[in-house]
């Protein structure tokens, strides 16, 4: 990244003057490169000298953090990507960018393509991102259409930084509220063919179920009804499970979200590994019974108060044993280098616990990350939407997609960090116009792509065997260059934040950027080929950025709008 090589043209400037007996020797502490908020300082800056005096006057020698400045500025090569270097300040360096460098990276973004922006910081680690996984008991509630978003452009993130990632979706189908599940859908079934079965008292009511029931009853008709009852409800159990993660995936999928793999937690079951798990636990001295029930012994570890049951008293394990197996499958099964639970924020006095397993397991915590994300309050005409205009109860993540749209959704959730709450102004969403800051940018990008139409039909080609980057002078023009070339930053502060909100700011900034040029420069002039042909081209590499910056958000990338 161009910040690195700042950083290393520092670095070696600073040495450089210490080999010239211009400053003494010292251990240099890390150089950090920033941005300045205000252009006139520079593409970047550093505090490397008030850095370099600290340094000195630790060793005993005095420093005057400008007369530094200056020393290592004069050892900065001004040739290649830095054009000049200007002491500001009490010793600040402010490093501008070489204009015709800037130029020539045009060409570089064009040529990259849809690579254009990624990083190496991964290097190949596996990396999985675990999100929504809702209980298999009904349609998503509205609000994991944030952690679907967020869990699912955190994952093209990762993959843009040289990660090699896997989605997962873990179903929740062991416990007793998938039993009663089945239950409840023999009840709705049977209910259909006007049987008079009761739902169970702790069932689900949703109308939903009576749709479940309906798809159940249009493949098998009513040949459950001709079995027990118990022989019915355990035939019931899987098959209504292929219904309801079928839904769900049809759900999520209006979203744009498609997993991997989806993980069974009955499959920890039924392959023995919870036993394994708890047995291993157990002869390490992790696992005590007492009061009828077994218990981890989480308060060994980590910050956690209490220690948590695992098996009740009546013999039924809890969903936190599982937990404990499906981690240990997650990274010493499969392996995973680390792993991204995304959950939200009322999960979150199960954090400290989750930490207590890692390290019982005998693996580093900080290998497991949980991302945890506020709450959603959808707002229609100013007032907070609790319930259904459809069925009278809670809102689905497919309603909302239904109402404004897939990329709406996405990009208004993913606009603020993730412990942020977040209030969803319907309205604004289904908005098809420039106030919608989706439309902003995505209107943006179809922009780019019909005035390429546009040139052909003037004879202007996008394409040049020629370079003509040198006449991109304009400040319009550089400025976009500029904006361009924070894309691959903007991915690592994603990826070391874990949380991509920044990049919805980014792509908004870029689209204004572009437009901005847009609106001072023309850019199709059939009396100047050549600019005209510089300038098309400076429109390509503002297209790939749009479009790579919507793609991580997992948002769509028109050509026309």
């Known amino acids: ?74 050892h900065v090569p001004a040739d290649g990507p830095i054009g ?17 460098w800037l130029q020539q990276q045009v060409n570089h973004i064009v040529r990259a393509g849809d690579d254009f922006g990624n990083i190496n910081l991964g290097n190949g680690a596996r990396w999985q991102v675990e999100y929504v996984s809702a209980n298999p008991t009904g349609p998503i509630h509205y609000g994991g259409a944030r952690n679907g978003a967020l869990g699912d452009a955190l994952a093209n993130v990762l993959e843009a930084a040289g990660y090699v990632v896997q989605r ?34 702790d069932g689900y009511a949703g109308e939903y179920m009576v749709g479940y029931a309906q798809m159940l009853a249009d493949q098998h008709g009513d040949r459950f009804l ?13 098959l209504s499970e292929e219904i309801v993660l079928a839904a769900l995936q049809a759900e999520l999928g209006k979203l744009g979200i498609q ?27 992790d696992i005590a019974e007492r009061d009828g029930a077994v218990w981890f012994l989480a308060s060994k570890y980590s910050q956690v108060d209490k220690d948590v049951v695992v098996i009740r008293s009546n013999g039924m394990p809890t969903y936190f044993a599982s937990d404990i197996a499906y981690h240990y499958d997650k990274f010493v099964v499969r392996g995973f280098d680390r792993v991204i639970n995304v959950w939200g924020v009322d999960h979150q006095g199960h954090v400290s616990r ?9 693996l580093d915590p900080a290998r497991l990350t949980i991302v945890l994300h506020g709450l959603v309050k959808l707002i229609r005409d100013g007032q907070e939407v609790k319930l259904s205009k459809r069925r009278g109860n809670l809102i ?23 412990e942020s709450a977040i209030e969803f102004d319907l309205n604004l969403a289904a908005q098809a116009s420039w106030d919608n800051p989706v439309c902003y940018v995505q209107y943006s990008h179809a922009r780019i792509c019909s005035m390429v139409i546009k040139a052909k039909q003037e004879g202007v080609a996008l394409h040049s065997e020629l370079d003509h980057s040198a006449l991109l002078t304009h ?13 691959e930053e903007q991915i690592e502060w994603a990826v070391e934040k874990l949380s991509p909100h920044n990049l919805t700011h980014y792509g908004t900034d870029l689209a204004k950027t572009f437009n901005g040029f847009y609106r001072d420069c023309r850019v199709v002039d059939p009396l100047d080929p050549a600019l005209s042909a510089a300038r098309l081209q400076l429109c390509e590499a503002a297209r790939l950025g749009l479009a790579k910056t919507l793609r991580l958000l997992g948002i769509a990338a028109p050509t026309s709008m």
């Open 226 to 238: 001709h079995m027990a009852k118990a022989d019915a409800v355990a035939e019931l159990k899987p």
């Open 396 to 418: 689905t993540l497919g309603e909302v997609v239904d109402e404004v749209g897939a990329d709406a959704v996405r990009f208004n959730l993913l606009t603020r960090g993730p």
């Open 84 to 100: 000049r270097v200007e002491i500001a300040g009490p010793g600040f360096i402010n490093i501008f960018l070489a204009e015709r």
């Open 475 to 487: 400040p319009a023009e550089i400025a976009v260059i500029r904006k361009l070339l924070e894309l």
């Open 259 to 285: 997993y991997d793999r989806w993980f069974r937690e009955q499959s920890l079951y039924d392959n023995g590994l919870v036993h394994e798990i708890l047995e291993k636990l157990r002869a390490q001295g």
């Open 168 to 201: 997962e979706f873990y179903v929740n189908d062991a416990g007793n509220q998938f039993s009663i599940f089945a239950a409840t859908l023999y009840a709705r079934y049977a209910q259909l063919f006007g049987h008079d079965e009761p739902i169970p008292e």
């Open 354 to 362: 989750m930490a207590a397993i890692m390290q019982a397991l005998g």
């Open 1 to 74: 990244m161009m910040r690195d090589q700042i950083k290393l043209a520092i670095e070696q400037a600073t040495a450089a003057a210490q080999a010239a007996g211009q400053l003494p020797a010292f251990d240099l502490p890390a150089v950090e490169i920033l941005r300045p908020k205000q252009a006139d300082h520079g593409d970047y800056s550093t505090n490397v000298a008030m850095l370099a005096a600290a340094a000195l006057r630790k060793a005993g020698n005095a420093g005057n953090p400008r007369a530094i400045s200056q020393i290592i500025a004069d």
